[in-house]
């Protein structure tokens, strides 16, 4: 299990650690530059993304210096260096903060999908995705109106063809516990449980065209 950054007190690091999940023992990494160039290491970070694709990680976001960025910075295991993965596209995501990340992989694509997050004024609740291999972002904009309330703080995981987005902070008195899925091949939201004082699958997904029984067979 690798961990890299976050703070400590009010201060950010960089500092990288290793946990061995057989002996639970957690090593120091030193990792280098590739090329030896400097500006490839990132810089320390907190409330940033990080996500494994093959044999690498991949960080994105997050404060540096108390400021939001939207470098993406690539690890390559079995080399032990870091790498700054500049864009090769005119379109990015705005610096953000807080958002969640994960890996699907399409047509031989590796994909890295970000969601929300916080810039500098606002909660977001956009989908950007970058092609690993290209260095490319775009947007990914659904194909209805159902749409997310926009957050931070949230968690997105994978499951077959969806991203499951549960919780988050929507603003500082409203903490969120609904559970929405993207469906990754149809571009569209559904909304699985919708936010309450508790979870109940009841009406939870009355504006999606997808019935519930079409819902469960799709999620298997």
């Known amino acids: 299990?690798?961990?890299?950054?976050?703070?400590?007190?009010?201060?950010?690091?960089?500092?990288?650690?290793?946990?061995?999940?057989?002996?639970?023992?957690?090593?120091?990494?030193?990792?280098?530059?590739?090329?030896?160039?400097?500006?490839?290491?990132?810089?320390?970070?907190?409330?940033?993304?990080?996500?494994?694709?093959?044999?690498?990680?991949?960080?994105?976001?997050?404060?540096?210096?108390?400021?939001?960025?939207?470098?993406?910075?690539?690890?390559?295991?079995?080399?032990?260096?870091?790498?700054?993965?500049?864009?090769?596209?005119?379109?990015?995501?705005?610096?953000?903060?807080?958002?969640?990340?994960?890996?699907?992989?399409?047509n031989s694509t590796n994909w890295m999908y970000v969601f929300g997050g916080k810039n500098d004024e606002d909660k977001l609740n956009d989908i950007w995705r970058f092609d690993l291999d290209a260095q490319t972002w775009e947007q990914v904009i659904s194909v209805d109106d159902t749409q997310p309330l926009q957050r931070s703080g949230h968690s997105a995981v994978l499951y077959k063809d969806f991203m499951v987005v549960f919780g988050g902070i929507f603003e500082i008195t409203k903490e969120l516990n609904d559970l929405m899925l993207f469906d990754l091949k149809n571009l569209r939201w559904v909304e699985f449980f919708e936010e309450s004082g508790g979870l109940s699958p009841h009406n939870s997904i009355r504006n999606n065209p997808s019935s519930p029984r079409r819902l469960r067979k799709q999620l298997g």
């Open 1 to 106: 299990m690798y961990l890299f950054g976050g703070t400590m007190g009010l201060t950010s690091n960089s500092k990288f650690y290793a946990l061995d999940l057989q002996s639970f023992k957690w090593e120091l990494i030193r990792a280098k530059a590739a090329d030896n160039d400097a500006g490839n290491l990132p810089e320390p970070l907190d409330e940033h993304s990080a996500v494994v694709c093959d044999d690498k990680m991949i960080l994105f976001g997050g404060f540096v210096n108390g400021e939001r960025c939207n470098s993406v910075y690539s690890y390559k295991i079995s080399s032990n260096e870091w790498r700054l993965l500049p864009a090769q596209s005119t379109s990015a995501p705005c610096p953000r903060a807080g958002h969640s990340a994960m890996m699907y992989s399409e």
